[in-house]
């Protein structure tokens, strides 16, 4: 038996040798390398973007028509007034909103109170309770004790019978006055409950006509915020003005600065750009500092075309300051990918690329006479953003114990027929994986080394498959249903025509794949005699090494970010 095969491929796609960003650490100024990855063959330095570039302002038209300025001028001093009594109100808000506050936890104190008075009233008049009993059985004593005085034969036995009398009601009348006052504490906590239950309800009546006021004040909110919006709403939507911003990154100046660094090492690479997917130009275009505070939120940009990075499918983004924030990126999981969709997703970034700031009326009317180099660009402070790919090597080394397989595979079998569902089923329930293959994976980062481990129970599961296969095809007969499924192994005993680890949780309990695909599953296996098993067995045994081994390696793709501000630079 002389496996080659393919059990690595549901994790990586192969992929040639041409030259990419890896993780190889290269000999040299490793100290240099900041922002810079290396090819496998160390033949080869990518330079990551610079920390800054620069962007320029190139020219500015407007669309806009006097009049309409004049108007905005007007309405944003109306607006002012607006804004003033929508604080006004706002702050009355809260004053409310704090009393609500303080009324309903003076409510809750309350009701914690009324929850202790409940507690002792319980506790009181269960005290009563008892001493009814007692007083009750005093009474019984003293009436008892009467009746003997009355008929009682001797004087001696008079005083002794008038003398327990005598004590009988001195407890009688004490359990009395006790009871009395406790009952007096139960009025007093009743008449006190009541007091608070009144305070709560009005305290709760003024709650609710807080809560009623609360409403109205934001009423009144949203009709004046409406109120300035709608009298805006037109300069947001109507086109205004353009700016032709010009942004230039300085990679060639950067790529030799890095080289610079490394010395005389640095000509023994051959200097690239990164390549760069999914770039993306983030604009922060808002100015709060010049406006009010109630135009914050308004973006003065309706959008932002950059048509050199169509190629990248991100010509165009909106100009919303919330959308337009420089985004967290983080490592991606592990992908495969091959050569064609790599040069089709990543491309050099251009030196420099032009983008168009389309502004509405708002920002138009905003920039008016004013110094257009010192005002649009702050409007418009930029960050660059792009992925890369990094590509990453990982292999594995199989050691199959094939007696080990044989014994697990005697285990299993039932009598006559050894099924392949079973088969698969028994594989994947066991947990002796580590007595039938030891498998080392390896990975030239952490995230290559995560992504093996993860997978690490899948192979041993698809190499016990084939091994199991190869060696039930070796000691017993095949049987196959008028439909088999069931794969074959060539000639040599080593490739198989179906991947049987690409079925993955498609295969899962023999059960299942009964009611699935009918009896095309169920039908597949071997023939199994209890003598010719043992004896093939042994035969297999003496035949055959007890182990064999495997090595598989690939590649993979992770994908990392790199981003770069932009500094602004006034026209000369």
Known sequence: MRPTLKPLALLFLSFSSIAVPSYQQCSGNQSAANNILFDRDCSTAYVGLPDKGKVVLDSYSSFYTEDFCEEYEQLREQNVLVKSQ????????????????????EILTKKSEISELNTQSEIFSQKIDVLREVIADYRRRINTLTELISTCPDEAQCDQLTEQLTETKRNYFANRRESRA??????????????????????????????????????????????????????????????????????????????????????????????????????????????????????????????????????FISGNPESSQNPILTPQDIHTQNLESYLENSKAMPTSFASLVNFNLHGACLLKGRNLGEHILPYVSATLSAEYDVKGFASYHAVVNQHSI?????????????????????????????????????ADSYAGKEITNR???????????????????????????????????????????????????????????????GRVFCDNGWEIGKFSFSNNSYRYKSETKAHYEESISDVYFQTFSNSMAFENVPNQ
């Open 86 to 105: 929508i604080n006004t109100v706002f702050h009355a808000k809260l004053d409310w909103i704090n009393t609500l506050f303080e009324n309903g936890k």
């Open 182 to 315: 406790l009952s007096e504490n139960v009025d007093q906590i009743s008449m006190k409950t009541a007091r608070v239950y009144q305070e709560i309800e009005s305290l709760q009546s003024r709650v609710d006509n807080m809560e009623i006021r609360i409403n109205e004040l934001d009423k009144g909110l949203r009709e004046l915020d409406d109120l300035v919006y709608d009298r805006m709403y037109k300069y947001l939507n109507i086109y205004g003005s353009t700016a032709k911003l010009l942004f230039s990154l300085n990679m060639d100046e950067y790529i030799q600065d890095r080289k610079r660094r490394f010395g005389s090492v640095a000509e023994t690479y051959n200097w690239k750009p990164m390549l760069f997917k999914n770039v993306r130009l983030w604009l922060n275009v808002s100015e709060p500092s010049e406006r009010e505070e109630y135009q914050v939120t308004w973006s003065p940009v309706i959008d932002i075309v950059t048509p050199e990075f169509s190629s990248f499918g991100k010509e």
């Open 406 to 442: 044989l014994e697990f595979l005697r285990e299993i079998k039932s009598r006559g027929f050894l099924g392949f569902g079973s088969v698969k089923t028994k594989i994947r329930k066991t947990e002796s994986h580590q007595r039938l293959v030891n498998i080392t994976l390896n």
């Open 455 to 517: 997978y690490k129970r899948l192979l041993s599961t698809g190499i016990l498959e084939r091994a199991s296969i190869a060696i039930l095809d070796s000691i017993a007969t095949r049987r196959r249903g008028p439909n088999h499924w069931l794969p074959d192994l060539d000639e040599e005993g080593s490739e198989m025509k179906n991947e049987l680890v690409a079925l993955g949780p498609r295969l899962n309990m023999t059960s299942m794949m009964c009611r699935s695909a």
